[in-house]
């Protein structure tokens, strides 16, 4: 049978196989998954396999760019694909690829498991079956998330749980579709199909770029006075409290930095609703200094959308205009 979907392995718990020291990436992990998987589901596939293998806790904005590389040399030969990859930054991976790709003609799904399949009670089977029938089905153009019976667009999930086997989950939108005993697919949320073939994609990404941090009680401008003095940093994205409100005492270095080249995004610390920057006093200044509002994006997306703004050469003007303005779904319209 000629197969319909590749299935590229970036490594993570979904192949991984218990040690002495813990779980651990071992070899032969496709025969093994082939060998669990049910033959009745008629899915045929390809498999690639990253070498190294990437742990997830260590993935890096230049693993996104390789994975966009890799799709392209593959797109025109499958009507869908599947990425095998580790749930820490499995969120990232996917919003970052969402914004590289570009408008799409078929499905990249991403899955992964929070229990290897060496184990009892492994998730690895179901959340790998769903993802190869929706990538071949190819009713889905996006980049998406699978995982426990849930298809989430991929920019907007986020890993909710370290330990539930329902980890991802979708808070600021709908699910694109629930895998009961028939997919039920939500048509009214899904991206339309767009071009035949990717976008371009950036020369190179720096992890020193951009930076994200969360503010806290008590947390003074002397907590972000080394960002000044890191030459490579371009961007920031600023976890705030609630709709946008800061700290006060941070408002002059974030001056400071804008003054300075860099692209500051306000995002909620909030797991819904959102920035509205400007609605309480504490965050006016923000307005007034640039602080661009992040609006319902999620940390993740926010993160990879500049990054990809950045390696992009945008122009400033650009950048805040584009951080505004939904690319592949990841926001909502004002």
Known sequence: MTASVLVIHC????????????????????????DSLNPAQSVAFDWVELEPLIDSAAAEP????????????????????????????????????????????????ITGAQIPLSEPRSDALVNVTNSLQLAAEGLIHEVCVC??????????????????????????????????????????????????????????????????????PGMASEQLQWLLHQPGLRGLVLQTYGAGNPPKGLVPVLAELITAGVTVINVSQCISGGVTQGSYASASDLNRIGVISGGDLTPEAAFTKLHWLLACHFSAAGIARLLNCSIAGECSAD
Not at 67 to 91: E, P
Request: aromatic residues 10%; hydrophobic residues 45%.
């Open 62 to 109: 230049a693993d996104w760019l390789h994975l966009a590389r890799l799709l392209g040399s593959y797109w025109q030969d499958y009507r869908g694909f599947v990425i095998l990859h580790g749930t820490d930054t499995l969120a990232y991976t996917a919003s970052a690829l969402s914004f590289m790709l570009g408008s799409l003609d078929k499905p990249v799904i």
């Open 147 to 216: 995982f426990h019976d849930q298809l989430l667009r991929g920019n907007r999930c986020r890993k909710l749980h370290s330990e539930a086997l329902a980890a991802f989950d979708s808070p600021a939108f709908p699910a694109l579709a629930q895998l009961g005993i028939k997919p039920l697919y939500m048509p009214l949320q899904a991206l339309h199909k767009g071009k035949v073939g990717l976008s371009a994609l950036p020369e190179q990404m720096h992890a020193e770029s951009v930076v994200m941090l969360s503010v806290y």
């Open 11 to 34: 490594g993570g718990t979904i192949g991984m196989v218990a040690t002495a020291d813990g779980y651990a990436p071992a070899t032969g992990f496709e025969q093994r998954l082939r």
